[in-house]
């Protein structure tokens, strides 16, 4: 079952613009990650934020966790083309070590 | 190196038909993984492997069977395909990072 619900579904931009795709869950948790899935491809992963962590930084993206509220949210700053793809939230928790992914954002920058 | 390869890249089966979906990787990892991604439904896990010689169900594993048959190669098998298996198929691996997962290139199956 889904842990994270990434929110929007769909999100379409202009290339230079900001793009910010939130995830929320329901259960505690010891991190959680981000992953990019571009067309007809497997998952890549971006970033993991540690529960005691509330930002982290990689290149253009910013992601925040604020686990009082159990969310997080990705920034991706001066999106570009090839930013298009869907993003997937995955949270882990407990000690089994395997993330719980949630159904993805998908977004397309414009040229 | 190649990283976490999958065969075949698309099949079409018949109902009732059976078939292997192959994963190798070569990054001496020793978790492996088997997931399906359903529109809108995200990854689900089928089953999973710690490591060579041991596997366990995931969330939805009815219908399908595992071979972890060394630590390089994940093996899935449906013994006998239905149209609700219709799906994009992908192998992962996991490596000392807990939950940093690696994935292959996906098996788009149709059955029907």
């Known amino acids: 079952s889904q842990q994270g619900e990434e929110d929007p579904q769909a999100l379409s931009i202009q290339e230079g613009e900001n793009a910010t795709m939130n995830c929320s869950y329901k259960?505690?948790?010891?991190?959680l990650q981000w992953y990019r899935q571009n067309s007809g491809r497997g998952l890549v992963h971006l970033i993991l934020?540690?529960?005691?962590?509330r930002e982290k930084h990689s290149g253009r993206l910013r992601v925040t966790l604020d686990t009082s509220k159990k969310s997080s949210s990705l920034l991706i700053t001066a999106s570009r083309a090839a930013d298009t793809a869907s993003y997937f939230c995955?949270?882990?928790?407990?000690?089994?070590?395997?993330?719980?992914f949630g159904r993805g954002t998908s977004l397309i920058v414009h040229p | 190196n190649a990283g976490v390869t999958q065969t075949p890249k698309f099949q079409v089966l018949k109902t009732g038909q059976s078939m292997t979906l192959q994963c190798a990787q070569d990054?001496?990892?020793?978790?492996m993984y088997w997931y399906r991604q359903d529109p809108g439904m995200g990854l689900r896990l089928i089953y999973y492997?710690?490591?060579?010689?041991?596997?366990d169900k995931g969330e939805v594993p009815n219908g399908y069977n595992v071979s972890r048959l060394n630590k390089r190669e994940f093996s899935l098998r449906l013994e006998s395909a239905a149209p609700s298996q219709t799906s994009v198929y992908f192998c992962?691996?996991?490596?000392?990072?807990?939950?940093?997962?690696?994935f292959g290139p996906g098996t788009r199956l149709t059955v029907t």
């Open positions: 990054m001496n990892h020793n978790s």
């Open positions: 492997s710690a490591s060579e010689g041991t596997t």
């Open positions: 992962a691996t996991q490596g000392r990072t807990p939950y940093e997962q690696y």
């Open positions: 259960t505690s948790i010891n991190n």
């Open positions: 934020i540690r529960s005691n962590e």
């Open positions: 995955a949270t882990g928790s407990g000690g089994s070590y395997i993330p719980t």
